[in-house]
């Protein structure tokens, strides 16, 4: 297949990019590396001669890594004028560079070296944020940082009245500073309430996420911003992994190390679900079935549990977005219904009617798998 992959290796000023073709013999051809200036008139540049290279039937995409945010000028400049983008993830990148086995490290061999891995590859289409997740996104990500300086000027505060003869001046700082966190935490949670409140069809989605026992409105906005509305995802496998919260297994012949969730993810998904994760062992009766049981099995590690319970808000989170749909403490998550089916769920019996579109891939169960189970249990 004729391919054009364009690598571009990012920074804060520059970045460098390499044109390679893959023609129709197989063979692959460098037609040329260049440096451009981050900026308006460098990305316009930059395209126009990164198109002087296409020819007739041949396919081009830019494959750029995710370098915090520099890449994004860059993306959205390349999107707005209908190109193909393909935004990669910086370790893939690194451990694509090591199977080569280059010892050299500059902008332009990492170019070269992009543009040879979306020319090898197919990768998946870059896709801007929608405009009102991105704002919460930012007011969210916002949130979590000021939470923790205000916790740490409060525990900065404890000790300076614990002290012996602390400076006045210097207590007087500290509660100011703390005073002006809580202002800021209280601005930016009604700037969140108000951007929800504008999307009626946002705004009933995630009440029905609230009716999860556990989760409340600031973490259900937390997860669905860092997930783009969990757009991201086609099934729950993809989901949990992009969280961190899949498990990894170190394992050789008669060795068997410790298994552990991989943190490979987004940390702040991590964040929200921790102090939910405690409340639902408590209120939410299908989740505290599954801690006790865990920290049954594991009573020296109880926070197995926890991580357990985590992992089930974030799947049910998804599931209920996806169907659009309330959650119900009766459901039977491991039995397919019948329509003569009549069960005992956790509450009583009742009998269970049959659920629409059983084939849809968001209907995925939050069942563990063998892996999963091992590490758990």
């Known amino acids: 297949m004729k391919k054009i992959s364009v690598g571009i290796d990012i920074s804060m000023d520059d970045f460098y990019a390499c044109i390679k073709i893959r023609t129709q013999t197989g063979s692959i051809k460098i037609k040329g590396t260049r440096s451009f200036k981050n900026t308006e008139n460098g990305f316009k540049e930059f395209l126009k001669w990164a198109l002087k290279a296409?020819?007739?039937?041949?396919?081009?995409?830019?494959?750029?890594?995710?370098?915090?945010?520099?890449?994004?000028?860059?993306?959205?400049?390349?999107?707005?004028?209908?190109?193909?983008?393909?935004?990669?993830?910086?370790?893939?990148?690194?451990?694509?560079?090591?199977?080569?086995?280059?010892?050299?490290?500059?902008?332009?061999?990492?170019?070269?070296?992009?543009?040879?891995?979306?020319?090898?590859?197919?990768?998946?289409?870059?896709?801007?944020?929608?405009?009102?997740?991105?704002?919460?996104?930012?007011?969210?990500?916002?949130?979590?940082?000021?939470?923790?300086?205000?916790?740490?000027?409060?525990?900065?505060?404890?000790?300076?009245?614990?002290?012996?003869?602390?400076?006045?001046?210097?207590?007087?700082?500290?509660?100011?500073q703390i005073k002006f966190y809580e202002k800021a935490i209280d601005i930016i949670k009604e700037e969140i309430k108000n951007a929800v409140n504008k999307d009626e069809t946002l705004k009933e989605?995630?009440?029905?996420?609230?009716?999860?026992?556990?989760?409340?409105f600031e973490t259900v906005v937390i997860l669905v911003c860092e997930t783009n509305g969990f757009a991201l995802f086609d099934n729950i496998r993809q989901l949990v992994s992009y969280a961190?919260?899949?498990?990894?297994?170190?394992?050789?012949?008669?060795?068997?190390?410790?298994?552990?969730?991989?943190?490979?993810?987004?940390?702040r998904i991590r964040q929200a679900l921790f102090m939910p994760s405690m409340s639902a062992t408590r209120a939410n009766y299908p989740i505290k079935k599954l801690y006790e049981r865990i920290c049954d099995r594991n009573p020296d590690i109880k926070r197995k549990g926890i991580i357990a319970g985590m992992r089930k808000l974030l799947i049910l989170t998804y599931t209920l977005w996806k169907k659009d749909e309330e959650y119900d403490i009766k459901y039977q998550w491991n039995k397919e219904p019948s329509s003569n089916d009549t069960a005992m769920p956790f509450f009583?019996?009742?009998?269970?009617?049959?659920?629409?579109?059983?084939?849809?891939?968001?209907?995925?169960?939050?069942?563990?798998?063998?892996?999963?189970?091992a590490f758990f249990c």
């Open 244 to 267: 961190g919260l899949d498990v990894t297994f170190k394992e050789s012949g008669n060795y068997k190390g410790k298994t552990r969730i991989s943190k490979r993810g987004n940390s």
């Open 205 to 216: 989605k995630i009440r029905k996420a609230q009716t999860i026992p556990g989760l409340g």
């Open 54 to 176: 296409k020819e007739d039937d041949y396919s081009v995409i830019f494959v750029m890594e995710a370098t915090g945010v520099y890449y994004e000028n860059l993306a959205y400049f390349l999107y707005a004028n209908k190109q193909t983008v393909a935004v990669i993830l910086a370790n893939k990148v690194k451990n694509y560079i090591k199977s080569l086995n280059i010892k050299t490290k500059t902008d332009k061999t990492d170019s070269k070296s992009i543009a040879g891995f979306g020319i090898e590859r197919e990768l998946d289409k870059w896709q801007p944020m929608s405009p009102v997740y991105k704002n919460l996104r930012d007011l969210c990500r916002e949130l979590l940082s000021i939470k923790k300086d205000l916790q740490r000027s409060r525990c900065q505060l404890h000790a300076m009245n614990k002290s012996h003869e602390k400076l006045e001046s210097i207590v007087a700082l500290k509660l100011e």
């Open 348 to 373: 009583g019996p009742v009998t269970i009617k049959k659920k629409a579109e059983q084939n849809c891939s968001a209907l995925d169960r939050p069942r563990f798998n063998e892996l999963t189970e």
